[in-house]
């Protein structure tokens, strides 16, 4: 299996913010039903560490039952041998990517860089990404 290509990854990340605004706005819903119409203050730590939640089980529960997030599967990219992840190591795997998303995406560019092509959090979690399309006969 070849590595995916950067440009895959960056698309997949683009991608899954879709999915994650549609969670966002589900909560939203359900936090407006359950308060009876009354707003939630801005900048509020209970809602801002629900919305994390959210974020983290999206990506840590699709990696580890699929291997793929939405936007992975959109741009054919996989973690390879996923099934083998557990969930310490999909849990570092989102930590490293959420650092690496609040440094402007140093965590991939490093891969740039790096002799063996990975990211951040491919070391994190010891699993590379790997391009899906490369292996059809299309």
């Known amino acids: 299996m070849k590595q995916s290509k950067l440009w895959k990854h960056l698309a997949a990340l683009i991608y899954d913010i879709f999915p994650?605004?549609?969670?966002?706005l589900i909560t939203s819903l359900v936090l407006v039903l359950l308060r009876q119409g009354e707003e939630?203050?801005?900048?509020?730590?209970?809602?801002?560490?629900?919305?994390?939640?959210?974020v983290f089980l999206y990506f840590t529960y699709s990696w580890k039952i699929g291997g793929q997030t939405l936007g992975m599967r959109?741009?054919?990219?996989?973690?390879?041998?996923?099934?083998?992840?557990?969930?310490?190591?999909?849990?570092?795997?989102?930590?490293a990517g959420l650092l690496s998303t609040l440094l402007m995406g140093a965590g991939l560019w490093t891969r740039k860089f790096n002799p063996k092509q990975t990211t951040w959090m491919d070391m994190a979690c010891g699993q590379v990404i790997t391009d899906l399309s490369e292996n059809t006969n299309n």
């Open 20 to 24: 994650i605004l549609a969670l966002f």
């Open 40 to 54: 939630v203050q801005p900048r509020t730590l209970w809602l801002q560490l629900v919305l994390l939640a959210e």
């Open 74 to 95: 959109a741009w054919k990219i996989s973690i390879q041998n996923h099934q083998q992840m557990n969930w310490t190591q999909v849990s570092l795997r989102f930590f």
